[in-house]
């Protein structure tokens, strides 16, 4: 015979955790030249990339950085470059986690690196789109996911539709900066 009231106590306890979970996802606010943005990090299947986001966000390493490559109808990528077009420094790399199960789908942000794959510092991109070939596959390294936009996305589509041109050797650099103003943990 089945009890009601046990139903309602499994259910409740359901509910208790992923909440908790979800809970001990850390937010982000950037606020950007154009809107805020809204991030929630997830802590439990990107462990590095998260604490790497999250310490360049608390030494306030991305306030006067741009986002410095835009790509309509792929990507748009920030947190590495002064509105000169001048690199900052960064701490060092990370090991790539594209194999945390993560899809590069529209509204997640993902470590940006170099052709090696554990080469991601400081800087992110925000996918516009679904962009499964960013995505691991077999041996090949993906792209990490670490988050997911949770407010704003009509800002990062509004940053996504800007003109852009080459600038200091730098294709699809928006022709007016968009600059992270600030940045801090909810």
């Known amino acids: 015979m089945f009890n009601p009231l046990k139903k309602l106590v499994l259910i ?10 979800f809970a001990d996802n850390p937010k982000v606010s950037l606020q950007t030249s154009m ?29 006067g950085t741009q986002f410095h490559r835009v790509i309509s109808g792929f990507m748009i990528q920030g947190g590495g ?42 800087q ?6 679904d962009n499964n070939s960013l995505n691991q596959m077999g041996n090949r390294a993906g792209y990490s ?4 936009v949770t407010q704003g996305m009509d800002v990062v589509n509004a940053i996504g539709k800007v003109n852009t041109a080459t600038r200091a050797r730098h294709r699809d650099v928006p022709v007016e900066p968009i600059l992270i103003l600030s940045t801090k943990r909810l």
């Open 12 to 21: 409740a306890t359901v509910l208790l955790f992923s909440n908790a979970s």
């Open 35 to 63: 809107g805020a943005i809204t991030l929630t990090l997830f802590s439990q299947e990107a462990p590095a990339s998260v604490e790497n986001f999250l310490r360049y966000v608390d030494e306030g390493f991305y306030v």
């Open 81 to 122: 470059f002064t509105e000169d077009m001048v690199q900052k420094k960064n701490h060092d790399p990370i090991k790539n986690e594209s194999a945390n199960g993560l899809p590069n789908k529209q509204g997640t942000i993902s470590m940006a690196r170099t052709q090696d794959p554990d080469s991601a510092t400081s």
């Open 124 to 129: 992110f991109f925000i996918n516009l789109v």
């Open 145 to 148: 996911v670490f988050g997911e």
